[in-house]
Every structure is written in C-alpha cells, then in structure tokens.
C-alpha cells in the first residue's frame, strides 16, 4: 500500500543518490566522448596494424553488457575509487559507440572538401581541425545526445561495485522502510523527470539540424 508519509521520508535519499547519478553521467560522457573522437580519428588516419586491433577491442567491449565489465575491473583493479572505476567503465564502454557516430559523421562530410583542403596544400592537422571536425561533429550531436541518454539510465549498474548511485539508495531505504513501492517509484519519476526534457531537447535539435 502506497504511503505518502514514507514517500516524503524517502525523496531525500532517493535525490542523494541523484547527485551521484548526475555525476557519473556527466563525467562519464565526457570520457565517452572525447575518447570516441580520438578513437574514430585514429582508426581512419592509422595504418591497418593499429587500427584493425582497435576495431577489435572496441567490437569486444560492446559486445560484453556494462554489468559484467564493471564487475572485472573491480576484480582487477583493486585499491581504485568505485565510483572513479565505474566513471572510466561507463565512458570506455559508451565511447565504443560514439566512435562510431563520429565515424558516420566524419564520412558524411562532402568529398569536394576533402579535395579542396588537399588542393590549397593545408596541413593535414589543420584540415580535420578546421574543415572536418566542426561539421562532423555538429551532425552527430543528436546522436550523441541519445548516448548521453542511454549512459543516464544504465548507471544503476554502478550499484555491483558499491557506488551509492540512486537506485542503490532507493533499495537501501525500501529495505530499511519495508517500502520499495515508494522508493523505487521516487526513483523512477526521477529518472523520468531529468532525461525526458533532455529527449526532448535533444529531438529539437536533431530537427533543426535537419533543415
């Protein structure tokens, strides 16, 4: 049975918990983030040797669920923060995917440009810095909004090696409480009230990008 009184009692755990949600996310996008760019920028310019391993490595990790990859580096590396372990987990595991996305964006860029840049002679450093990047990038943000999204709502996994993320705080005080109903519905409603405007955000961007 629903209890308001314990719903009260409970929202301040539950937001706790929140701020270590909100924190994984952003710092773990951050890595997932930058790391995918340098990898999708190494896998096209490196030669096959470096490159094929790489694809590889990232094909196994997102191949293998977050969960399982969490606990392994637990396991081996012992003596390191939970939640800085879990933050590095998430990004490495997320930035598998958003090489990708840059990966499409950067083939997405005319080949005209490409031929352009090689035909005034400019630096191949200057080339992706100035001409290919900004536009990949710029096409790939929506996408890279959805992932942001997706990391949000798997940081629960946290929850295996310790970290006090929000859902473990939700089931600590259910099971303190005997109230799991109000703890993990808090939960939800607020998972739902911060990644739904960012959903929509992230769709009216993808709109007007598209124009």
Do not use: C
């Not at 598998?96 to 499409?104: D, G, K």
């Amino acid at each position: 049975m629903w209890s308001w009184e314990t719903a009260r009692e409970g929202l301040p755990v539950v937001l706790s918990g929140f701020r270590t949600t909100l924190y994984a996310t952003v710092l773990g996008s951050a890595v997932a983030m930058s790391l995918g760019l340098l990898l999708a920028v190494v896998q096209r310019t490196s030669p096959r040797w470096i490159g094929l391993p790489l694809r590889w490595a990232a094909e196994f990790i997102r191949s293998t669920p977050v969960m399982i990859q969490l606990f392994a580096a637990w396991v081996l590396v012992p003596g390191l923060n939970a939640l800085t372990l879990g933050i590095v987990v998430l990004g490495l595991h997320y930035a598998t995917y958003t090489s990708e996305v840059y990966r499409a964006g950067i083939d997405a860029v005319p080949k005209g440009q490409w031929e352009a840049a090689v035909a005034l002679s400019l630096p191949r450093r200057r080339v992706w810095r100035a001409v290919v990047l900004p536009q990949a990038v710029r096409n790939v943000l929506p996408a890279l909004g959805n992932y942001v999204i997706s990391m949000f709502k798997e940081t629960p996994f946290l929850s295996v090696i310790a970290v006090q993320e929000m859902v473990h705080r939700a089931n600590e005080f259910g099971s303190v409480h005997f109230a799991y109903l109000e703890a993990f519905t808090l939960a939800a409603l607020v998972f739902l009230l911060a990644s739904y405007p960012t959903s929509v955000l992230t769709r009216r961007l993808e709109n007007r990008l598209a124009r």
